[in-house]
DNA sequence: AAGATAAGGATTGTTCAACAATCCTTCAAT
DNA sequence: ATTGAAGGATTGTTGAACAATCCTTATCTT
């Protein structure tokens, strides 16, 4: 090991360890509950009360107000004039318009597929094989994970980061509905083999029918959310 | 006129009212801000320096903060630790990226066309005569108008509100890119006649022809806007 | 002349306290 | 049961203060 190659690695640490320092407070704030949110440690409808909040994370009101607007606008939360800021909770009408925007940008993307990278494809497969494994092992959080992991890779065929971004907002916002509805292992055990017929019409280069197949995914899976919602 | 027909318009009325007043100063602000950076008043590159701005505006720098929150997931501004917000110039990765998820989603809101309702067809006729007018009288900003309404028209037809949300925010990130080239009246020239193209197969229900000629587009618009670009 | 270092000034990031505005809850009157 | 008033809690905004960071300028060294 010669002192260049020391220099390289102490150097992308560096840089590492500096660009994490330089989060201010308020997008700190904000990555912490992005998480909980997401995670499902706080509910949808829930309100985010800016002086218990204040004073569990110890920061100032006026940090935790903008860590608010830079959440807002990820539509995790609502920011209601005068009464507060709480979880969003998703309802019908937000799945439904939730499933026809993933249904242009996924099919859209999946279009690619005949010039994508194999670094791409390879994402697709990888995906569906990793969630198989987890659902052996009865780790359902894992299948659900490998989910997302399929379609952002599904969207990743297009190669924008901007599309990449707002289909994580897609996605952000459809979790919060699973935790709406409560335990959703069998909406993702039902759906695994469907993951693995598209990602074989897709080797096969059937893009017309790999895109049929998603087409149907979309429809099975905005069926059951919008069915479990409307008993709630 | 009976008073079950006054209390729908008085009712309707104060509606609006209500809505319009509970905006807060820093949603103002942030609109106040948008239009100004949108229409090319505050330039690409500019710092807006919380002291000056707080002055001018006469909000406190904490409201201002709030407000340039809120902008920043518009991409319209860059928030740089310690350094300062300042309207962001796109560069030729923007551009491309930009028009990467443009094509994914306006062609996969394009073939939505054989199930779209009349009104959102007209839509896009409207848009291509509305310019198309605004061109004989010279009315170059009109006819840039006319342009992102057809794109919008086009969008809508997928009929999901966080789609078109999200294509306001491509198409205004595009903005930028026309304030840091300058005079834009010869982009939107050449392109009328395409955009009547598109109107016109889509009238005649050959989809694919008309999504053939709006990639077309993308391609010779984006090409613009790089060659340009890259001359600055 | 070019590069490095230090100092000073300006701006940003955060906190705190205060007050106004608004909402929500409770209680009393009808 | 409904309405109105009062009180309390929370949100929205302001301004001052201080710490942290960056940028500019001046000085020193090579």
Chains 1, 2 share one sequence.
Request: net charge negative; with cysteine.
């Amino acid at each position: 090991m010669t002192t260049v190659e020391a220099d390289d690695w102490l150097r992308t640490l560096a840089k590492d360890g500096a660009e994490i320092d330089r989060a201010s407070t308020a997008e700190r704030v904000a990555g912490v509950l992005r998480s909980r949110v997401l995670d499902g440690y706080i509910k949808p409808g829930r309100q985010l009360s800016e002086k218990a909040l204040g004073e569990a994370l110890k920061v100032s009101r006026n940090t935790l107000r903008e860590a608010f607007r830079l959440l807002t606008h990820e539509r995790l939360l609502v920011h209601e004039y005068s009464r507060g800021v709480f979880v969003r909770v998703p309802g019908v009408a937000d799945i439904t318009d939730l499933y026809a925007a993933r249904r242009i940008i996924e099919c859209g993307a999946l279009r690619r597929w005949p010039e994508a990278g194999e670094a791409r494809r390879e994402a697709i497969r990888e995906s569906v094989r990793w969630g198989e494994r987890r659902a052996e092992e009865g780790d359902w959080d894992g299948v659900g994970t490998a989910n997302i992991r399929f379609h952002r890779a599904i969207t990743a065929l297009a190669g924008s980061a901007r599309l990449d971004e707002e289909v994580e907002r897609l996605l952000a916002e459809l979790r919060l509905a699973f935790h709406v509805m409560g335990d959703p292992e069998e909406f993702y055990r039902d759906y695994l083999p469907m993951n693995r017929e598209i990602a074989d019409f897709l080797d096969r280069d059937e893009t017309d029918r790999a895109e049929g197949a998603l087409l149907r995914y979309f429809d099975v899976a905005e069926q059951h959310l919008v069915t479990v919602l409307r008993e709630q």
